[in-house]
């Protein structure tokens, strides 16, 4: 039979990778939990959390800057910011070399908030990582450090090929 190259994965491993994804569902879903009511109680979302989180990060970020880190549009930004400038949270207001870049800062209000919003998910994190033991903290961090590499890489290593005979290739489900 001829080889044939179809992009798949080690079809043996289905389950324990499904389990796996559903982990990270759920784990997801903990983590963002208290965040999300404290956001919806503000009329705020994920979004605004994680603008709130790099501005903090880095005060005085560029818009332009902003818009790569979260790989998200100028019309998915747009109305966040917005909204966080009308709640008081960030200021938006031109650089002093060039007055075509915007930069964020975030207020005194804004800081209050994220640092509430993150606190939760330190002492969530502080917590498993004491429970799971010995080892997992860097462990978690060697898998996430791979899941955050450059998205175009990320889409290299998904599409690589899985070299397999033709007649053993596993057929997909919907």
């Known amino acids: 039979m001829s080889e044939n190259k179809v992009n798949v994965f080690d079809p043996n491993r289905e389950a324990e990778l499904r389990e796996a994804i559903e982990d990270f569902f759920f784990g997801y879903r903990a983590f963002t939990a208290l965040p999300d009511r404290l956001l919806a109680e503000r009329g705020l979302g994920r979004t605004h959390h994680r603008i709130l989180h790099f501005v903090r990060r880095d005060d005085g970020l560029s818009i332009g800057e902003l818009l790569d880190i979260l790989g998200i549009t100028k019309q998915a930004l747009h109305r966040p910011i917005k909204d966080l400038e009308g709640q008081g949270l960030i200021a938006i207001a031109p650089d002093v070399n060039d007055r075509r870049v915007r930069r964020l800062t975030i207020t005194d209000d804004g800081r209050t908030l994220e640092a509430e919003l993150t606190a939760a998910q330190m002492r969530l994190l502080d917590d498993v990582f004491r429970q799971a033991g010995s080892g997992a903290e860097t462990s978690w961090r060697a898998v996430m450090e791979l899941l955050r590499a450059d ?21 997909s489900g919907g």
Request: proline share 10%; net charge negative; aromatic share 4%.
């Open 151 to 171: 998205p175009l890489d990320q889409d290299a290593r998904a599409l690589s090929t899985f070299t397999t005979t033709a007649a053993h290739a596993p057929i």
